[in-house]
């Protein structure tokens, strides 16, 4: 955050608390007869596919409740937010809603009553979806079955759920926007760049978030996920999640099925390509692909580490070649299936090996975890967890080899970085 928007923060909670009208604003009232409306097959169908691209139900369904009825927990590092009800329900849901009190959520961040709503929700990218999409993602939330289920309040520390800290945080964060082509770009450039940043609200994750939740990199420049310490990485760095020297048909394969010669989905981006990505029109996905190709990519962030002590790199050998090599190789070459396809990653040469911070490879090692399960691979191969088997420190030695070894040159980690990153949700 800089010194800048601190003290916009200041300045406005300043003025909110002498009582400045911004306190009690609520919004552009919506007129009283805005009313409910059905929406043509079309739109319907179009609106389908948004909720797909903005992977709605993953956050707005509760485990093991009915989809789209919300009262899923969402950890944040203020306090517990609990996702609302999306169905057309009259009395818990949104069935008194208009197209246009949800065109106001969407692109302002209010409530049915006008009300700042907290950040969890992605309005901060929404604002960029057309009114047209709006409208269509309305009018298939009404086509579903309606799930009396009330909202649950959120229990955020004080005082970042008041209406208050609300204020002092979109002064700071956020902007009503809107979706303006690049007219220098190609329509299907457009169309992906429009995904990305709007209904697939990528940068929510990719951009990374400062010490008061706001977007910390527009750019993607990559970042932990607020309280499940997975790391989101860069699209812009070589050593990261760039795809700018891939062919476009590994890209869309990364999204639709979830695996790809160069990479493959694993943690929240594995929910994202189950839930959401895979079943996106093939065109879309085309799209995506073009716009994730052209980001432009940075150098390398720093030189290659020291290599860890020699005690250190024989106890990770040691661990690896007992728990890690009948399946990555001892040369962690990785492993295939009879038919030539891969089966298990390649660690020489893997990305998330080399990353810093080291998150995503100690909660590998840790908790292990499955691919995308997916149409072209239903029963993806899963990493065992072995925390039950190996403490930190000999956790931290395994990555550490791993870090050190294979042409890799990143820096070993420690069993502190092990308890900082193994702990948070799934």
């Known amino acids: 955050m800089t010194w800048g928007r601190a003290l916009r923060v200041l300045i406005g909670l300043a003025a909110l608390a002498l009582g400045a009208p911004t306190l009690l604003d609520r919004g552009e009232p919506v007129p009283d007869n805005a009313r409910p409306t059905a929406g043509t097959p079309e739109q319907i169908e179009r609106g389908r596919q948004l909720a797909l691209a903005g992977n709605c139900a993953t956050c707005h369904t509760a485990r093991g409740g009915a989809p789209y009825a919300g009262g899923r927990a969402i950890g944040t590092p203020f306090g517990t937010v609990y996702a609302g009800n999306l169905t057309p329900d009259e009395a818990t849901g949104l069935g008194r809603w208009s197209a246009e009190h949800f065109w106001r959520a969407l692109h302002e961040g209010r409530g049915f009553d006008g009300r700042r709503l907290v950040p969890a929700f992605p309005y901060t990218e929404f604002t960029r979806l057309t009114r047209a999409d709006s409208d269509a993602l309305y009018a298939w939330l009404r086509t579903l079955p309606p799930v009396a289920q009330p909202d649950r309040a959120h229990e955020l520390r004080w005082p970042y759920g008041t209406q208050t800290a609300l204020a002092a945080w979109r002064l700071a964060f956020f902007r009503a926007g809107s979706w303006v082509d690049d007219a220098s770009k190609s329509a299907e450039w457009n169309r992906g760049a429009y995904l990305v940043n709007g209904a697939g609200h990528c940068v929510a994750c990719h951009g990374g978030r400062n010490a008061l939740g706001g977007t910390a990199d527009a750019g993607f420049g990559?970042?932990?996920?607020?309280?499940?310490?997975?790391?989101?990485?860069?699209?812009?760095?070589?050593?990261e999640a760039s795809v700018a020297d891939w062919p476009l048909a590994d890209i869309v394969a990364l999204l639709r099925d979830g695996e790809a010669p160069r990479g493959?989905?694993?943690?929240?981006?594995?929910?994202?390509?189950?839930?959401?990505?895979?079943?996106?029109?093939?065109?879309?996905?085309?799209?995506?692909?073009?716009?994730?190709?052209?980001?432009?990519?940075?150098?390398?962030?720093s030189p290659a580490a020291a290599p860890p002590p020699a005690a250190l790199m024989e106890q990770g050998r040691q661990l690896y070649h007992d728990h890690c090599a009948a399946c990555h190789g001892e040369g962690g070459e990785g492993g295939v299936l009879p038919d030539g396809r891969p089966a298990v990653p390649a660690l020489a040469g893997n990305r998330l090996v080399g990353m810093d911070p080291p998150a995503n490879l100690v909660r590998a090692i840790a908790l292990g975890g499955f691919g995308a399960a997916t149409a072209a691979n239903p029963r993806p191969f899963g990493m065992p967890p072995f925390a039950h088997v190996l403490g930190d420190e000999q956790i931290g030695a395994v990555a550490s080899f791993l870090r050190a070894s294979w042409g890799a040159r990143a820096a070993p980690v420690s069993a502190f970085d092990v308890a900082r990153f193994r702990g948070g949700l799934e």
């Open 222 to 239: 990559g970042g932990l996920i607020p309280s499940r310490n997975w790391y989101a990485p860069a699209f812009t760095r070589a050593a």
């Open 264 to 301: 493959r989905a694993i943690g929240p981006m594995a929910e994202v390509v189950t839930r959401s990505t895979q079943y996106l029109p093939a065109a879309d996905l085309q799209a995506m692909a073009v716009y994730l190709k052209s980001l432009p990519v940075e150098a390398a962030a």
